[in-house]
């Protein structure tokens, strides 16, 4: 499933299209037009656009252009082609397919070549000029007292806190679950209930995280991750791991080490 470090990796692939100008737009799944926009306007308003730069924030990645802002979402099963290649060939917990008939949105440019969104579930989407307020810090630049605050701004479970796009952007449930196995605090833990120690701790391993798992390849490469099975045993001392629902997502975590 595509968090940011995927996301950061379809961006960096994207590079390639600056400068390039719109020629075309393959948009046949009105689902997929987010918020105000509709696939009519995805077809009038972008051919003729040149590409500027990208961005991202969390996992909203954005297409600059000398006319709309583009906003791609991934939801948990997109994948993005560029000049028809894929950086990331296949997602965890997504189908091993490659069908094109999964191709919800493109854009094809003067001169030849092409972006594209193959999305199974048809979980993301594509917006333009969208709000780019309603999304929290970067996970990956947030300061520690601004990060502090965030964290014990809220009574909700620590897990759901850490998922909140609105709050903090970037985190799903691998690298929530990888980053509070690294600073072990258990993620049913009430967000405001913890110390400035503990802050400091879940911070520094939250930023730890997002550095070596984007160096091995993906937020499916953390160290807990191989134990995320029914059944599964912490990698550090052997004990069973915890299996349950924490902010709607199936959660594991270690309850000898994780409190």
């Known amino acids: 499933m595509p968090e940011m470090l995927e996301i950061e990796a379809y961006r960096r692939a994207a590079e390639p299209i600056v400068g390039r100008t719109v020629r075309g737009v393959h948009a046949p799944d009105e689902w997929y037009a987010k918020g105000d926009t509709s696939t009519e306007q995805l077809r009038t308003v972008l051919p003729g656009v040149t590409i500027t730069g990208l961005r991202r924030i969390g996992k909203l990645m954005l297409i600059d252009t000398d006319g709309p802002v583009l906003?791609?979402?991934y939801g948990m099963t997109g994948r993005i082609l560029v000049d028809d290649a894929a950086p990331i060939e296949a997602l965890e917990?997504?189908?091993d397919r490659n069908d094109p008939a999964w191709d919800r949105f493109g854009i094809v440019f003067s001169g030849g070549g092409s972006l594209m969104i193959r999305d199974p579930r048809?979980?993301?989407g594509v917006e333009l000029d969208p709000d780019e307020s309603k999304?929290?810090?970067d996970a990956g630049a947030v300061s520690r007292m601004l990060f502090g605050e965030i964290v014990l701004g809220s009574?909700?479970?620590?897990?759901?806190r850490l998922m909140d796009q609105a709050k903090l952007a970037g985190l799903g449930n691998l690298l929530v679950d990888e980053t509070l196995f690294r600073a072990g605090l258990a993620?049913?833990?009430l967000a405001n209930s913890l110390g400035d120690d503990e802050i400091a701790r879940l911070h520094r391993a939250m930023r730890r995280t997002i550095t070596v798992l984007g160096k091995r390849g993906g937020s499916h490469t953390g160290d807990l991750q191989?134990?995320?099975i029914r059944g599964g045993t912490c990698p550090n001392d052997g004990t069973e791991l915890v299996r349950a629902d924490v902010g709607g997502r199936t959660t594991y975590w270690c309850p000898q080490h994780q409190t």
Not at 155 to 160: F, G, H, T, V
């Open 71 to 73: 906003g791609l979402r």
């Open 93 to 95: 917990y997504s189908s």
């Open 122 to 124: 048809r979980l993301g």
């Open 135 to 137: 999304l929290g810090p």
């Open 155 to 160: 009574a909700a479970p620590l897990k759901a």
């Open 187 to 189: 993620p049913d833990r």
């Open 226 to 228: 191989p134990a995320r």
